[in-house]
Every structure is written in C-alpha cells, then in structure tokens.
C-alpha cells in the first residue's frame, strides 16, 4: 500500500537518459531511494526534477520497498518552501555539502523519526537566518547525537579530545586527538542551541580546522564515511 509521509532529499542521480533514482530520508519509512521514471523527459507530468534538489522538503504518496529494490512516487509537493537556502550562494553551498554528509551517513535503515525532525527543523531554522558560518559544524556536532556517537561530556573539563573513544581527557593518547586552541570553540558549539551559535566569533583558519576534526571524528565511527567532495566549495565559498 502506497503511504503518504514527509520525505527530505538527500540525492538525485540521473539513470539512463531521462529517468532519476532519488535517495530520501522519510519520516515513515526512514531512508529510501525512489525511481523517477522519465521525469527528465516529461515535461507535462506531476512530478517535477526541480522537486528533487538536495534537501528539498516534500510530502510524497509513495511505494516503498523493503527488499532493496526501488520504490516509485506518485505525488509529490513542497512541504516548506525554502526562502533562501537555494538563493543565496553561501547557504546552497551549506546545503550541498550537508546533503553530501547526510546521503554517506544514512543507510536503509530502521525508521528514527527524532532524526526525521532534526533534520527538518535544523534546515527549516537555518533558512530562516542570516548569519550561517557556524550552522554545518553545529549541524555535524547534532547529528552525531542521532547516529550513536555524542561525544562524552562526563570528562568535559580534559584539555584533549579523543575521536577514537569520543571524550575528553586530560593527557594526549596514542589515539587521533586535539587540543590547545582547537578544543575551545569545540567546547563551546557542542554546549550551545542553534540559537545562540552566532555569539562564536571564530576567523577562516578556526573555523577550517574545527570542520576538518568534525570530519575526521566521523571518519573514525562511520565505516566507508570519506570527506565530502564538496567541502572544496566550502571552503572557497567562505574563503
């Protein structure tokens, strides 16, 4: 039976010459990947390939599949309309690069509606800002929360930070670790609401280096993760 839920797109990668095969996360099924049969050739039909971008926010009546083969949609439509996470340079750059990361870290999986919602309301508030240079390292510090790997405050007041065992300590280990002016603005984000990121005033080098520990902190816990593509255009649309 088709169902109707809320679908955030991840990827959309084009299969032969007019058809998409969409990786979503969907707040009843959890992650799925759709086949788009002509959508690129049909211009008439409901389903339009501008409904696809990374991270857009549908509803979608869809079939699903639970035994890897694809599933197929057949309405779709806005959710939230974003009013300037496509717009404006700074934030579709953000938004492409976060897509990257979300589409590496969710598998099939089980359904996680607290992870549904995280990411709803994360990018729903981000859209609604203007200041944004500290959103996708918050983003990154929340998600970790929902895949198992928060990183451990019990030991919040250690001078290093272990990425292989996840806490703070107070003398460097053998394992992959930071410290020294790194940790603090570390501290401070993975302490703060969204609300207040913006009192962390962190230059071009801080803010690099701390996205670049980020990365290799999920590196370490998630097998197969590799550092997104489009960190490149990161960098360069901050630079």
Known sequence: MPITTKAIVLTSLKYGDNSLISKTLTEKSGVQSFM???ILKNRKGQLKM???QPLTQLEIVAKTSTSGSLGYIREA????GYQSLYSDLR????ALFLAEVLSQCLRESEVEPRLFQYVETTLQWFDQQEEMANFH???LMGLTRHLGFFPDLTSAEGSYFDLVEGAFCLNP?????FGGPE???FKILLGMNFDAIHSVKLNQQQRKILLENMIRYFEIHLHGFKKPKSLEVLDEVFS
């Open 137 to 139: 390292i918050r983003f």
């Open 91 to 94: 934030k579709a750059a953000v």
């Open 183 to 185: 940790l603090e603005p």
């Open 77 to 80: 439509s806005i959710s939230y």
């Open 36 to 38: 788009l049969k002509g």
């Open 173 to 177: 280990s053998w394992n992959p670790c």
């Open 50 to 52: 501008a409904l696809f």
